[in-house]
Structure formats: C-alpha cells, structure tokens
C-alpha cells in the first residue's frame, strides 16, 4: 500500500505552496500584439477553496485569497496584487503552509516589485525582486532555497512575475480570440525566466456545484511549468467569467498523482478599512506561522 508520504511526493499536492502555485502556476512574450482589454477593480477580493481529489478520496486542504488595491503616486497610478494561501487546519501536522505573494504594478500589468514570504513546510521564502532596471531583474533573498542575484532581461520582451502574470491574462482580449488561439508571456520564477503560453478554448458554461447557478465563462488551458508540483504535459483548464471583471471561477488540474480543483467561494470589493484590516491579518498570520 501507498504510503502517504510517497503520495504527496516532490511533485505533488502539496509540493511548493500548491494553494497558491495551482492558482498562479500557469501564465500566459511580449513579442504577442494583444493588450489588456479591461482593467482591474480598486477593493476586489476573491477568496477560493483548493480541494485534492484522488479515486474516491476528496480532501478540502487550503485556502487561497486575492486581493487589489489601487495606489497614486502624484499623476501615476500602480496597482498592489497579493495573493495569500494558506493550508487548512485539520492540515497542518502535514505540510502546513502561509504564505503572501505581493506585487506592485502599473497600468499595463507590468511589474516594478514582487515579495514572496511565508512557510511552506519545512521551507522558508523570504525573497524581494526588483525590476527597476531595463537590463536585468535582481533579487534578494533572506533564505537557503535561493541566493541573492539577477538574471538578463530577454531583448524586446516583458517578463511577469506570479501576481502580474495572473492579472495579465485575467484581462486579455479573449472576446476577440478564436477557440486554439496561443498566446506567449514569460514568467519569472524561483530566479529563472521561463516562457510558457496558454491556449484560448472559447465560450462554455459551467454549474457551480454549489449554487447550481450557471455561468457563461471563457475557457483556456495554460502551459504548466515542469518542476513545481506539475510535469511537463499535465492538463490545466482555466475558466474565468465572461465578463468586464474576468474572475475565475473555477480551475482543475492533473498532479503527478490525483487532481486539484479549485472552486470560487466568494467575491467582494471592499471598502479601504476593510481590505487593510484583511491584508493586516493575513499578515499577521504569516508572521505567526513562520516563528512557529
């Protein structure tokens, strides 16, 4: 019999801060003419439930929640997107995770800062990237998993960190794209630059399981990066409301062992008080989880 450390091995559930790479691991170079078609929403906050299903087995496991906020600089406007994942409680004793993905951006999702901090099992990240330069993107990391440096900024292309990679293809043209249109982005992660793509499905509607309400969505499948929780050729479907907002709604992928789906729980805008007193709190949590 499978032990469960052997299930949840290097590439599987649990792997890399899954709560969030699940919702983050994809991306969609910018040598690609398409532009953002919409923009986002100052106050928005999308909370998901990540769920691990294997044969018969089903397993809530975490949490993720994504909040924007809208920042004014004199005449310039930025946007900080974070994104907090957390393990469930019950959890815990096997691979605990808090962790916050923060980026601050401007008006065409390009990245000027990323942080990624928090515990993710027995590993500890607490990384800083700047993308001030236009020769090279630098970091500097306070942990072991990966020493401070930089990396060349590929010849003619925007290169995405998590947060903004999410932001970007969320608000893509995708009422102008036809079903088997690719798009390319690259992706930093980890230090090294990787190019991936995302392919358009087109127009589908899909029953919360919950609610039973149906929703017209835009489908598309994201090309998984090799080395995190996913191997080369395993299956992502993306589905993202058809709409100005462009919120996903639901997401489902292939593991090394099983599949996670990802399902909407709630989604709010939020008055500044409110959304400073969240982040605080996530926050608080994180710093909380990373002494323990």
Known sequence: MMKIEQLFSKKSLLNGGVFLWLV?????NAQSPLEPSSAPRDGERLDFLVTYEWGPFYLAVGDASFTTVQLHYGDVRLWSFEGW??????????????????????DDFIPLHFQRKGREGSHRYDRWYDFGSSSQISWTSQDAELPSGSAPLPSGSN??????????????????????????MRLILDGDIHPTSVKFEGLTNWTDPETLQVHRCWAFQPTLIDGTVFKEGDHM????SADERRIPLYIETELVIGSAKIYLTRNQMLE?????SFRDSTER?????MRE
């Open 272 to 276: 500044t008080g409110a959304m400073k």
């Open 24 to 28: 983050l691991g994809f991306s969609v």
């Open 237 to 240: 479907r993306v589905l993202v």
């Open 285 to 289: 949590q994180r710093n909380t989880f």
């Open 85 to 106: 994942g957390a393990s469930k409680k019950h959890w815990n004793w096997f691979y605990p995770v808090q962790s916050i993905y923060a980026s601050l951006a401007n």
């Open 159 to 184: 290169v995405f960190d998590l947060m903004t990679a999410v932001h970007w293809c969320r608000h893509l043209p995708w009422d102008s794209l036809t079903p088997g249109k690719t798009v390319s």
